[in-house]
């Protein structure tokens, strides 16, 4: 055994609850939370509101499946009420984060957020799973129930681990990097990017997921977070208190709707009739274009034709300039119809088409618009990154296609609806019916984009058109929605390009300016052109909504109405709308990998796995991995079934996979992933995925306690003779609950090690050369345990082609060319083949192993690897000529030169030796007649079996004299050869005093299984009963330790064990396959301890205490083998304390030093020289001056 080298030292919420609000109504609310507001932490924390109600609605909905699977007597219509409302809340909260808090915070802290807008992907194919569970024809089979629970708690696991992951880098990295103000924004934008009917739904439902105390809380951010504008305060805390206040706030609304004055020249008189007077007034118009609302569809249908058209001329002026400079401002008017169209296209999939006809559907064509005009958007900010290099003729002929074809496909998109929707919804519907369609339709779009959407509507309209658009969406607001219809009319007014005010036409009022003057008290005054926002009161509409609308392009916009806007100036904080223009709608299938969506900002894309870089080594254990959490998965639906071989065979199955995932992540943690952050534009970038390996283990501890227990519960009730009806529904219970923890272990490793494919494989491509991916893979290995590569490398191997086994295996033997790992390899390999199983008694099989593995390891090379059979079949002749053969090779390191020649000389004798081996067999196998069968003690007193070197219960029959000795050490110390250890296949027991096959117990009945040591390796024949030892598969040796990726590592450059704590350390190729400098004992091998030298060099410990004690220098190169400067020091006082006689005082010495390797001249002395580059005295002189020089 060898010396590794040690160094130098809540609340439960289901569905949509409301909660009623008491009290004062919602202004004086609003101003209370103004005036009376305590100093709260950050704006930003809010989202940890948002991040429990989800929790709470996933928690009771994973309960309420867990119900369904064990009580056959629940239906599942509200569960499916549920998962739909839950998708649609979390769907929209994550395109909310994905638009507008993580495109704000990758511009000021690069590489977080992209791997959450991938988890959101991987949550949205997860809802998409459940659903298609849930409308599978499944639901008749007896487990589809236990399927749905598992699903749900799978669905629970992956959301509640993201979240977590969110609170603890995302929101303490936007406290950090983002003032109040900023985060106050940030949160505004985010309400305002979530579609306007979704909002109605969402707050109710937030505030009831909290405490009072947090309501009230939240209540205080808000007031924060949205602009100080009355009007957008009344509408977000209506939706936040949800209708159990409308009584009290019905007053107010009908107060803004119907008492409405007629605004004249100088004069205000009061408005004779009510709302519901002009609404019959309306009506009785036979000729109106208000008897068909539904034909506003056509409007739509214009507006964006009519802007394709611009874009369109608008490219075929670029092509005529060739000037490219305002390409920034094309792309975000491309950018703004694409949206618009997709909006439109979900109001039409989500509201029109269903109550029209629910067969109906243009989703094929909505698709096949969003991609074109995801491409045009690819295909300008490919020549605005390409700049001067770009093509300006082939760039300018793809715009003009790609403007063309898009056109084309909505032109006949439009054309078809018009002919087939239109005619039946004005058929079917009355106007009521088809005002609240198309006010559905309006409130799918987000109050971000209805604020630029509604005056470049109503800018292309003409004065009719404009003012029944206007009447028919008030007419089809509820009353809930009174101040939010309002703010919708303001905002079309702005489009409208006279100094009126369609509102006031359509109503005879201006409905906003009344409820302004109500709610300040401020009495008349004239409709002003603009009220802007309180958090940008210097801001225009232009920077308001962070870029140029398209309707100010074609309409010259004077402002006619007094509805504040939003206030975001996303210009500030970077956001906006997203590069990956996404849809929104639930029925379109998950985009593939290769899509935009998965490569977002950073511009990565998918990595062959074919290139064949070292670094694949690592992420070829995903595919075991994957194989694994598959069979868990699928395999846990039959533990109900109480078979106890396929319980035990399960368990191990898992903690298989366990260990080997834990070795994984333990590498990516300690070793891959320091890599990756050391580059530093690669900051960040793998601190989620730490966060999901210990998230991970607690997964696996939790299930391997369930297993823990069902084993348990399963072995009492295999102790009774009738099974109890209570255990029997216990044990059923605690099965559903592991295939559910099966599933969620599956489901979120699976997303974990597909974001890692995305976002850090490709990586090492571009940041890692060659040599580096080799290092690290090398450093991986070297980590790695033999016990951990025995499980290891079948279970990766058993899922690969033959091709990548072959790649893997070769990229290992490239990382450890420099060790005995190839050794090690052939020699378990062998080991464990079913060949290697075959009584010892054949001769062929005494013998070691070693120069077999040579010949196993690469069978297609033609260079003379013999076996022990081809060597005893040799004449003198051929013996000599293999032995020139070997001589020869260039390809053969010099240990493995050595070795077979060693062997060929020596064939003869062996062969020898064998014979009369077998001639001693018939003897017995009792040992009696052989040397040394007898006990040996290590203290004979207290009669410790042993010998002085080690403790063991065993004797060793060595192959090569069929002596017994305790170990190899004794053999040596009396014999006139070695002993190959490895060579060893029998043992004597000191207990029973039979020789038996070598290994870790007595195979006697006598001793009853009696362990020869506490320590056994199946490798070096080694037996230990007192330390604690490993096996090294890279040294090939047994070596002092607790293990590798323990307390000690194996460097693949110095093919040495090294202390953990030595990772940073001078390499010197195999520095340790040499001879101690002082002692000359063979330093690979040895059992002593070795100390690394600052220089590189090693020597033992022991010898190195006792050299230090007069040498500071390294007996090799001459290197300082310490700090010296205290010793430095005292010579300098001693140098300046010296005088020198007159003849030697201008005397020099051109010197040399070891330690800095540099040249330079210095004063005469006899002994001491300092260096002047480092002050150093460790020099030598080459060059003295004639003592004449000075003398004359």
């Keep these: 055994m060898a010396t590794p080298l040690t160094g130098i030292k809540h609340r439960d919420v289901g569905g949509v609850a409301v909660m009623a609000v008491s009290g004062g109504g919602t202004v004086n609310q609003i101003d209370s939370c ?230 004249s020249e100088g004069n205000r008189a009061c408005c004779s009739s009510s709302l519901s007077i002009k609404r019959e007034s309306c009506l009785r ?210 489009g409208w390009p006279r100094e009126t005010c369609l509102s006031s036409s359509a109503t005879g009022c201006c409905p906003a300016k009344t409820f302004i003057e109500e709610s300040d008290g401020s009495g008349p005054t004239s409709c002003p052109c603009h009220l802007p926002t309180k958090r940008s009161n210097s801001t225009s509409r232009k920077e308001s909504n962070g870029f140029v609308t398209p309707g100010t392009l074609t309409v010259q916009v004077k402002q006619s109405c007094c509805v504040p806007g939003l206030g975001m100036n996303s210009n500030k904080l970077g956001t906006g709308p997203t590069k990956s223009l996404r849809s929104l709608s639930f029925g379109l299938p998950a985009p593939s990998l290769s899509s935009s969506l998965f490569n977002w900002e950073t511009g990565i894309s998918l990595v062959d796995e074919g290139t064949g870089r070292p670094i694949d080594t690592i992420f070829k254990f995903h595919k075991a991995i994957r194989k694994d959490l598959e069979f868990l ?191 090690w390899l052939n020699e378990w390999w062998e080991g464990s083949s079913p060949s290697s199983d075959a009584s010892p008694s054949e001769s062929d099989k005494n013998i070691s192993q070693g120069s077999e593995s040579h010949e196993f390891l690469d069978p297609n090379d033609y260079k003379f690897k013999p076996g022990w059979k081809d060597i005893f079949r040799m004449n003198q002749n051929e013996l000599e000529s293999e032995i020139r053969k070997v001589s020869r090779d260039p390809s053969l390191d010099p240990r493995g030169k050595a070795y077979l020649l060693q062997n060929l000389m020596t064939s003869g004798w062996i062969a020898a030796q064998q014979k009369s081996t077998q001639e001693r067999k018939s003897d017995g196998s009792d040992g009696e007649g052989l040397h040394g069968c007898s006990p040996s003690f290590r203290d004979a007193e207290k009669q410790i079996l042993g010998c002085e070197h080690y403790k063991r219960n065993c004797k060793l029959r060595a192959a090569c004299c069929q002596k017994l000795f305790t170990c190899r050490f004794c053999h040596d110390n009396v014999s006139d050869h070695t002993m190959d250890r490895k060579a060893t296949t029998e043992m004597m027991c000191m207990n029973c005093l039979k020789v038996q096959p070598v290994g870790p117990v007595c195979s006697t009945p006598s001793c009853n299984g009696l362990s020869m040591a506490k320590y056994y390796c199946s490798y070096c024949k080694f037996f230990d009963d007192e330390r604690t030892v490993y096996h090294c598969p890279f040294c090939n040796l047994c070596r002092l330790g607790k293990g590798l990726g323990v307390d000690f590592f194996h460097c693949m450059t110095c093919n040495y064990c090294l202390g953990i704590d030595l990772v940073d350390h001078k390499c010197r190729e195999k520095g340790l396959e040499t001879n101690c400098p002082i002692c000359c004992e063979f330093l690979f091998t040895s059992s002593a301890a070795v100390r690394s030298l600052p220089c590189g060099h090693f020597m033992h410990s022991a010898c190195f205490q006792a050299y230090a004690c007069t040498h500071y220098i390294c007996p090799i190169c001459s290197k300082s083998m310490g700090d010296m400067s205290v010793y430095f020091g005292m010579l300098d006082a001693l140098m300046a304390s010296e005088v020198l006689p007159d003849d030697y005082r201008n005397r020099h010495h051109d010197i040399l030093c070891n330690d800095c390797d540099k040249k330079g001249s210095v004063p005469f002395h006899w002994l001491y020289h300092k260096c002047g580059s480092c002050g150093s005295y460790n020099t030598r002189v080459i060059k003295v001056d004639p003592i004449s020089d000075y003398l004359n």
């Excluded at 992951?165 to 950090?176: D, G, N, T, W, Y």
């Design 34 to 263: 103004n005036k009376v507001m305590k100093k709260q932490s950050s704006p930003i924390h809010i989202f940890l509101y948002f991040h429990k109600a989800i929790r709470s609605e996933l928690d009771a909905l994973h309960r309420s499946a867990i119900d369904f699977a064990t009580n056959f007597d629940v239906e599942i219509e509200p569960l499916l009420k549920r998962y739909h409302f839950l998708r649609s809340i979390y769907k929209h909260h994550c395109n909310a984060e994905d638009e507008v808090i993580f495109p704000a915070l990758d511009i000021r802290v690069k590489n977080v957020a992209r791997t959450y807008s991938l988890e959101h992907e991987g949550e949205s194919v997860i809802f998409d799973q459940l659903l298609a569970l849930l409308d599978s024809d499944m639901q008749d089979k007896e487990s589809f129930r236990r399927e749905l629970a598992s699903c749900t708690g799978a669905l629970q696991t992956s959301i509640s681990q993201h979240m977590s992951k969110e609170e603890k880098q995302v929101i303490p990295l936007l406290v950090e990097k983002f003032s109040c103000e900023e985060q106050a924004s940030l949160v505004w934008q985010f309400l305002c990017s979530i579609p306007v009917n979704m909002m109605a739904e969402f707050l109710p439902w937030l505030s009831a997921s909290v405490s009072s105390d947090e309501r009230q809380e939240m209540r205080s951010w808000l007031c924060r977070v949205i602009p100080e504008e009355n009007l957008l305060q009344q509408i977000i805390f209506t939706w936040m208190d949800g209708f159990n206040t409308f009584k009290k706030r019905k007053n107010l609304e009908d107060e803004v709707t119907y008492q409405c004055s007629l605004v």
């Design 285 to 494: 118009s036979s000729d109106s274009p208000l008897d068909r609302p539904v034909d506003e569809i056509l409007h739509w249908h214009k507006a964006i034709q009519k802007e394709l058209i611009d874009i369109a001329d608008a490219a075929r002026r670029i092509q005529l300039s060739g000037e490219f400079s305002d390409l920034s401002s094309f792309n975000k008017r491309l950018q703004f119809i694409a949206e618009v169209c997709i909006f439109h296209s979900i109001a039409e999939d989500k509201v029109i088409f269903p109550a029209v006809d629910a067969e109906l559907s243009f989703a094929h064509e909505h698709a096949e618009e969003e991609c074109e005009f995801d491409k045009f958007r690819c295909l300008i900010e490919s020549i605005e990154n390409d700049g001067a290099n770009s093509s300006s003729s082939e760039f300018c002929s793809k715009l003009c296609s790609h403007a063309d074809h898009i056109m084309a496909i909505i032109g006949n998109h439009f054309k078809n609806e018009e002919l087939q929707v239109l005619p039946l919804a004005r058929k079917h519907f009355s106007p009521k019916k088809q005002r609240e369609l198309l006010y559905k339709s309006l409130c799918v779009m987000p109050l971000r984009l209805i604020e630029c959407v509604l005056p470049w509507l109503v800018g292309s309209l003409t004065e009719e058109e404009a003012k029944s658009f206007v009447h028919n969406m008030r007419m089809a607001a509820p009353a809930s929605d009174a101040a939010l219809v309002t703010l919708f009319s303001g905002w079309a007014c702005k």
């Design 633 to 823: 998965d699928v395999e846990s639906g039959k533990l109900n079934e109480s078979n106890e071989s396929f319980l035990h065979q399960f368990n191990g199955r898992f903690r298989l996979l366990w260990g080997l995932y834990r070795a994984h992540s333990n590498a990516e943690d300690d070793i891959v992933f320091p890599a990756l952050e050391s580059k530093e534009t690669l900051h960040n970038v793998s601190h989620s995925y730490t966060l999901d390996h210990k998230q991970e283990e607690k997964l696996f501890e939790d299930i391997s306690i369930s297993l823990f227990e069902l084993c348990e519960l399963h072995g009492e009730n295999s102790s009774i003779s009738s099974k109890c009806n209570g255990n029997s529904r216990k044990f059923a219970e605690l099965a559903t609950k592991v295939q559910g923890m099966c599933k969620s272990i599956r489901v979120t490793l699976d997303r974990h090690i597909l974001c890692e494919e995305l976002e850090l494989w490709p990586l090492f491509d571009s940041h890692f050369s060659v040599e580096e991916q080799d290092k690290l893979v090398g450093r991986i290995i070297g980590t790695t345990g033999a016990e951990v590569l025995q499980s290891m490398l079948p279970w990766v191997t058993s899922v690969l082609t033959q091709e990548e086994q072959n790649r893997m295996m070769d990229t290992w033997k490239q990382a450890t060319k420099n060790t005995m790992f190839t050794e």
